[in-house]
């Protein structure tokens, strides 16, 4: 059957969808201006952050509308703008499912082609926060010379600091991002401004949002009527935990209210969801490809896959992290990978690999050997994922490494295929990834290369059947 022609999702539409069983915004948009610069427009944050803004605008909060800038996709900025930024978002677990329609970006504009119009936004006197989620790898220069020029501005026009929270799964991503703008800003009047008027607050961010699919796009058009470009899907389970310590200090409370978690530490809290969400996370992408497993949901059901995430959870990293509940969190975890409503593209997590698992595993790896523990499931993952640098399946599968890394991890996986421990030198050389310690401890880069033998005469489904016997 033709695919019906929908109009256009925006303003006009909104009255339209009333009777669908859609939660609307249902405040003034068009009254309002963004009180919040985002940096960083993608699936994440409009199903993250932008829902927390959503309930405080629809609360009557007014100081929560968004001017979304894209990093690099003009296209989502431009698809948003014709529908007066609106978008919808499928909530959905095995057993509910709820859809949304959320106001609360107001406007949208691409950083590289409307440079003047973030520079003006971030010095405006109505801008209080500015919001990032730009991916490890956007805090390099690009974006420190954006943010610092916007804030050069804003202390030459005599205004106030700004809150300036990174969202991004990064080890103690505000004091990252605050040394990267003082590194950047040259004079000692601006570092000095920055650093007693504004404040880079670190946090911890949790929501599985798979990148906008054509399906999310037909479901939106069926369920709506309507067509959006810019639909998304996502969990019911989200976490904001935010450190307190924000420029203006009653908005702690007000976030509070609508359910983010704001607390003297993140510390605790970002270890948990880097090492349990994240690490398990880049070890499920690395199994989906090698096994030809496209999803996260179709990785993590394997029997096999389910028992390894849960040892390495259970054996290697819950022993050094100091929340509480951590069995209840990791099972909740592993029921949240299996959503099988979520279709989360292993491709899409495995990209950028380079910048993602020094973070996820590292830290555990160190812990257990200083403790003399243990590496082995975090070995195996090693090796899977330098075999996984060879761009093909264990069905012989062809894949492109995504990652900015890519071609020189690529070659070396395929130069080196032939000895595991050449590939083993190789690759544990990479200070950037695993930091400068890993390479000279005798441990692991004998379980690295025992695995790397394992994997590349056994095959993954091999080696996790030994791992697991
Ligand atoms: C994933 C994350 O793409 C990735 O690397 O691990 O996007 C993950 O889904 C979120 O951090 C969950 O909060």
Known sequence: MPTPIHPQLNSTQLPSLAQKGIRLPTYARSALAPGVVHLGLGAFQRAHQALVFDDLLQAGDERWGVLGVASRSWDLA??????????????????????????????????????????????????????????????????????VAGLQRRQEAGLGGLTIASCDNLRSNGDNLKALCLQH????????????????????????????????RSDAAKKMGVSDQAALRTETFWQWVLEDRLVDPSDAETLKRVGV??????????????????????????????????????????????????????????????????????????????????????????????????????????????????????????ALWIWSCRGESDQG????LNDPQGEQLHSLARHHQGSPSDLMHAFL???????????????????????????????????LALLLA
């Open 78 to 147: 431009d698809a948003l703008s014709r529908q007066n930024g609106l978008y919808s978002v499928r909530i959905q677990s095995a057993t509910s499912k709820e859809w949304r329609v959320i106001g609360s970006v107001l406007q949208t504009c691409a950083a590289t082609r409307e440079r003047e119009q973030v520079l003006n936004a971030i010095a405006h006197p109505g801008t209080r926060w500015i919001t990032l989620t730009v991916t490890e790898k956007g805090y390099g220069s690009t974006l420190a010379s954006l943010l």
């Open 185 to 216: 800003a040259g004079n000692t009047a601006l570092q000095d401004w920055m650093s007693r008027t504004c404040a880079f607050p670190n946090s911890m961010v949790d929501r599985i949002v798979p990148a906008s699919t054509e399906e999310d």
């Open 261 to 382: 978690n704001v607390v003297a530490d993140v510390q605790p809290h970002e270890d948990a969801k880097l090492r349990m969400i994240n690490g398990t996370n880049s070890l499920l992408a690395t199994l989906g490809l090698l096994l030809d497993l496209p999803t996260v949901g179709q990785c993590v059901v394997k029997p096999m896959v389910h028992a390894f995430a849960h040892r390495l959870m259970s054996l290697e990293v819950m022993p050094h992290l100091v929340l509480p509940q951590l069995s209840g969190y990791r099972d909740a975890l592993l029921a949240r990978f299996g959503n099988p409503t979520l279709h989360h593209a292993v491709h899409q997590v495995a990209t950028d690999g380079s910048k993602k698992i020094g973070e996820r595993w590292v830290p555990s790896v160190q812990a257990q050997l200083n403790l003399g523990r243990t590496i082995e499931h975090h070995a195996l993952a090693t």
């Open 397 to 400: 599968k062809v894949y492109a």
């Open 429 to 463: 050389q990479l200070e950037s990834i695993w930091g400068p310690n890993l390479q000279h401890d005798k441990r692991w880069r004998s379980a690295v290369e025992r695995w790397l033998h394992v994997v590349s005469t056994q095959g993954t489904n091999g080696a």
